[in-house]
């Protein structure tokens, strides 16, 4: 995956993340992870001590029979030895062999002849008596209880040299010492448990601080609450983004380059074509250059006009992607159009205020000098005309700030030395067109200035008047403006140009006037035209919805 961008501010306090409980997630993980390990653990533990306990079961019953068999046959050389003498020898036997804790010899008239406990010695045996024929062996083990307590005890025939049975060998292990050996095991194993825990909580917490280094000292949750962030800004932004890794693999983008790529409701892989085709076209050579291109012009299979920012994304100066911002170069057509129509507007509001400016320092010149009845009469002239306008243009027009437009063009025209007129007949209703106010504004105002300009080079015939004839006219469905002046006109061999964007007769920098309003008119489904006689004047003609109205 590859990061959009990197937030480059401080590392979250400790009182915020206190306050806020902004190490949730973090202590979530190293929770789990501990219950996960101790739980495996303790399983394996108990798991382990039991097999181990009932290996060393089976092994006590192996280790008894084999030293009964080894007493056995230890015995066969001592059988016709004196009491004294195979006592003496057994006591050595017994303190050689550490899994030994009793051992009892009977012979066939149940007298003990040996037993580690001396007192016992030629006492009558009263307990078990083994059965070799049951278990067809000359030894087997089995638990029973003797004067010892609890116990675990082998036992093994005897014969003499003539094969005659003469008594019977018991090897016993005491249960107490058995349980004493189990114990040790679980001990052992219990130490190992909480070894392997300590160890593990360690690690855990080894594991809690590395993976809080790997988010930039965000806690995990902080750190999923900005991806959440970020990607609701990303997408509600109106631009397209779309991003890719070093092996140009598309790894994010947003509904609105989906939208503009048309790719929104299409088959999972022809959507994924479609982007990878982008991703190779745009942004491959982007990281191969390491450098950003911007302003990159392409049009879409609908039409759309996009302008891209492709822009190489480096970590520790290495390039690990790269992101591509589409710009719908449409909507930045009518953004600029909103804010020409708002910038004519306000001019036409600054010349009309400047013409109020010029007449008022006219009243006052005519009050200094004590010509009081011009001034009054001046005044009423002024309100006179003001009325007539507002009131013309008002009825003419029902659009607010497409009025307002007209009377401030009109109080521009007046300090340009223009006679401004408005054709009787113009009428538009807002009802009977659907074009926006902005877009009435900005054709209006460009096709006006231009007149205005028009008029104000010096042509050869000074005394020639100056007039602006302006006409708006609506029916259901259809607009006609039109612009006509007596400026110098437009010649021949420049009039299929004048449309075309950078073209103007007035220097460099212009050229985009006549060349937006083309395009916003077009855009409404509209036509303009123009007709022109050099030094005499042009009639610019736009119509909406049909050729007349």
Same mark, same amino acid.
């Given at each position: 995956?590859?990061?959009?961008?990197?937030?480059?501010?401080?590392?979250?306090?400790?009182?915020?993340?206190?306050?806020?409980?902004?190490?949730?997630?973090?202590?979530?993980?190293?929770?789990?992870?501990?219950?996960?390990?101790?739980?495996?653990?303790?399983?394996?533990?108990?798991?382990?001590?039991?097999?181990?306990?009932?290996?060393?079961?089976?092994?006590?019953?192996?280790?008894?029979?084999?030293?009964?068999?080894?007493?056995?046959?230890?015995?066969?050389?001592?059988?016709?030895?004196?009491?004294?003498?195979?006592?003496?020898?057994?006591?050595?036997?017994?303190?050689?062999?550490?899994?030994?804790?009793?051992?009892?010899?009977?012979?066939?008239?149940?007298?003990?002849?040996?037993?580690?406990?001396?007192?016992?010695?030629?006492?009558?045996?009263?307990?078990?008596?083994?059965?070799?024929?049951?278990?067809?062996?000359?030894?087997?083990?089995?638990?029973?209880?003797?004067?010892?307590?609890?116990?675990?005890?082998?036992?093994?025939?005897?014969?003499?040299?003539?094969?005659?049975?003469?008594?019977?060998?018991?090897?016993?292990?005491?249960?107490?010492?058995?349980?004493?050996?189990?114990?040790?095991?679980?001990?052992?194993?219990?130490?190992?448990?909480?070894?392997?825990?300590?160890?593990? !909580?360690?690690?855990? &917490? #080894?594991?809690?601080? @590395? /993976?809080?280094?790997? =988010?930039? +000292?965000?806690?995990?949750?902080?750190? *999923?609450?900005?991806?959440?962030?970020?990607?609701?800004?990303?997408?509600?932004?109106?631009?397209?983004?779309?991003?890719?890794?070093?092996?140009?693999?598309?790894?994010?983008?947003?509904?609105?380059?989906?939208?503009?790529?048309?790719?929104?409701?299409?088959?999972?892989?022809?959507?994924?074509?479609?982007?990878?085709?982008?991703?190779?076209?745009?942004?491959?050579?982007?990281?191969?250059?390491?450098?950003?291109?911007?302003?990159?012009?392409?049009?879409?299979?609908?039409?759309?006009?996009?302008?891209?920012?492709?822009?190489?994304?480096?970590?520790?100066?290495?390039?690990?992607?790269?992101?591509? !911002?589409?710009?719908? &170069? #449409?909507?930045?057509? @009518? /953004?600029?159009?909103? =804010?020409? +129509?708002?910038?004519?507007?306000?001019? *036409?509001?600054?010349?009309?205020?400047?013409?109020?400016?010029?007449?008022?320092?006219?009243?006052?010149?005519?009050?200094?000098?004590?010509?009081?009845?011009?001034?009054?009469?001046?005044?009423?002239?002024?309100?006179?005309?003001?009325?007539?306008?507002?009131?013309?243009?008002?009825?003419?027009?029902?659009?607010?700030?497409?009025?307002?437009?007209?009377?401030?063009?009109?109080?521009?025209?007046?300090?340009?030395?223009?006679?401004?007129?408005?054709?009787?007949?113009?009428?538009?209703?807002?009802?009977?067109?659907?074009?926006?106010?902005?877009?009435?504004?900005?054709?209006?105002?460009?096709?006006?200035?231009?007149?205005?300009?028009?008029?104000?080079?010096?042509?050869?015939?000074?005394?020639?008047?100056?007039?602006?004839?302006?006409?708006?006219?609506?029916?259901?469905?259809?607009?006609?403006?039109?612009?006509?002046?007596?400026?110098?006109?437009?010649?021949?061999?420049?009039?299929?140009?004048?449309?075309?964007?950078?073209?103007?007769?007035?220097?460099?920098?212009?050229?985009?006037?006549?060349?937006?309003?083309?395009?916003?008119?077009?855009?409404?489904?509209?036509?303009?035209?123009?007709?022109?006689?050099?030094?005499?004047?042009?009639?610019?003609?736009?119509?909406?919805?049909?050729?007349?109205?």
């Amino acid at each position: 995956m590859i990061y959009l961008y990197r937030m480059e501010s401080s590392k979250p306090t400790k009182k915020y993340r206190k306050n806020n409980g902004l190490n949730v997630i973090r202590k979530e993980i190293q929770r789990i992870h501990l219950i996960l390990i101790i739980v495996i653990t303790i399983l394996l533990s108990v798991g382990g001590a039991f097999t181990n306990v009932n290996a060393s079961d089976n092994a006590f019953d192996q280790n008894l029979q084999d030293t009964a068999e080894l007493i056995t046959r230890l015995y066969s050389f001592m059988i016709d030895s004196s009491q004294i003498e195979l006592c003496f020898y057994m006591d050595s036997v017994v303190r050689d062999l550490p899994d030994v804790d009793v051992l009892s010899i009977v012979d066939t008239k149940n007298q003990r002849i040996y037993h580690t406990n001396h007192r016992l010695i030629n006492t009558e045996y009263d307990g078990t008596h083994p059965d070799f024929a049951a278990h067809q062996k000359n030894y087997y083990t089995e638990s029973d209880i003797g004067p010892s307590g609890p116990q675990r005890r082998t036992y093994s025939a005897i014969y003499d040299k003539n094969g005659e049975y003469k008594g019977f060998i018991m090897t016993i292990m005491l249960k107490s010492s058995i349980r004493s050996v189990t114990y040790r095991i679980v001990y052992m194993f219990l130490a190992v448990t909480v070894g392997a825990i300590l160890i593990e !909580i360690a690690i855990c &917490r #080894t594991f809690s601080h @590395k /993976l809080k280094k790997r =988010l930039l +000292g965000y806690e995990p949750d902080t750190f *999923s609450s900005m991806f959440r962030i970020r990607e609701n800004i990303l997408e509600s932004i109106y631009d397209g983004i779309i991003a890719v890794d070093n092996e140009k693999d598309i790894q994010f983008i947003n509904k609105a380059a989906q939208k503009i790529l048309d790719c929104e409701n299409c088959d999972e892989k022809i959507t994924q074509i479609k982007e990878n085709v982008f991703a190779e076209k745009f942004l491959a050579s982007t990281m191969e250059k390491g450098e950003p291109s911007l302003g990159l012009q392409e049009e879409t299979e609908s039409g759309t006009e996009l302008v891209i920012d492709s822009i190489p994304i480096k970590e520790n100066d290495i390039i690990t992607g790269a992101v591509a !911002i589409l710009h719908d &170069r #449409t909507e930045y057509t @009518k /953004l600029m159009e909103e =804010l020409a +129509g708002t910038k004519y507007l306000v001019d *036409s509001m600054r010349a009309n205020n400047h013409d109020f400016t010029n007449k008022l320092h006219v009243i006052l010149g005519l009050i200094q000098i004590g010509e009081y009845d011009k001034a009054v009469s001046y005044i009423e002239n002024i309100s006179i005309i003001q009325r007539q306008t507002l009131s013309a243009v008002m009825n003419a027009v029902d659009n607010a700030s497409f009025a307002a437009l007209l009377i401030g063009k009109i109080a521009r025209a007046s300090e340009c030395n223009v006679r401004f007129i408005l054709k009787e007949d113009s009428r538009f209703k807002s009802s009977e067109v659907n074009v926006p106010s902005e877009a009435l504004v900005t054709i209006a105002g460009n096709l006006i200035d231009n007149a205005l300009d028009s008029m104000n080079i010096q042509i050869s015939d000074t005394s020639k008047q100056r007039e602006l004839v302006f006409g708006v006219f609506t029916k259901p469905g259809a607009l006609l403006i039109t612009v006509k002046d007596t400026g110098c006109g437009i010649p021949l061999e420049i009039g299929e140009k004048i449309f075309e964007k950078g073209f103007s007769t007035k220097g460099t920098g212009r050229g985009v006037g006549l060349y937006h309003t083309k395009q916003l008119i077009e855009s409404l489904g509209g036509k303009i035209g123009f007709e022109s006689e050099k030094d005499v004047g042009t009639c610019f003609i736009v119509t909406l919805g049909g050729e007349n109205v």
